[in-house]
């Protein structure tokens, strides 16, 4: 079944592109198996975090009453849904997945809004590349004869 909340309506997805199929890593299945065991709702219609009525629960709640605070306690600032959009698109890239990948992943109708708008370049690969350029360019010269000076 395919369906959405956004601020307690249930509804149809919001694009095409969100009814397909994801894959759920084994790892996760099994957590979000042990989780429903333990719930009072266990319908093929109920919701995997269902409120005590069974009813989804309220996303700005779940956001300003534990993601938030947790986020400001971990030192991570503030912090939005979108936030974790934005971090699962920038892992993405981290770990060299294929650009056709992440964007149905996430799941996005163009691969530039992926890229443009929810990737960030990692530091750590930032360094790397800079350090591949100097690398070359240092090899390629013989820069102990070079002298350097700074334009004022």
Known sequence: MKRSVVHGRVGD???EAS???LPVDPRLARIL???W???SYRGPQDWVF???DGRPRWQESILHRQLKPAALRAGLGRIGWHTFRHSYSTLLR???VD???QQELLPHSTIQITINIYTRAVPREKRA???LVVGSLLRAQNWESVSVSVAR
Request: charged content about 30%; proline content about 4%; glycine content about 4%.
């Open 13 to 15: 997805t919001k694009t």
């Open 19 to 21: 009814q397909l199929p």
């Open 33 to 35: 198996l042990e989780h």
């Open 37 to 39: 065991k333990r719930s």
């Open 50 to 52: 269902g409120n005590r």
């Open 94 to 96: 981290s770990a060299h």
């Open 99 to 101: 650009l056709k990948v």
């Open 129 to 131: 590349a800079n350090r």
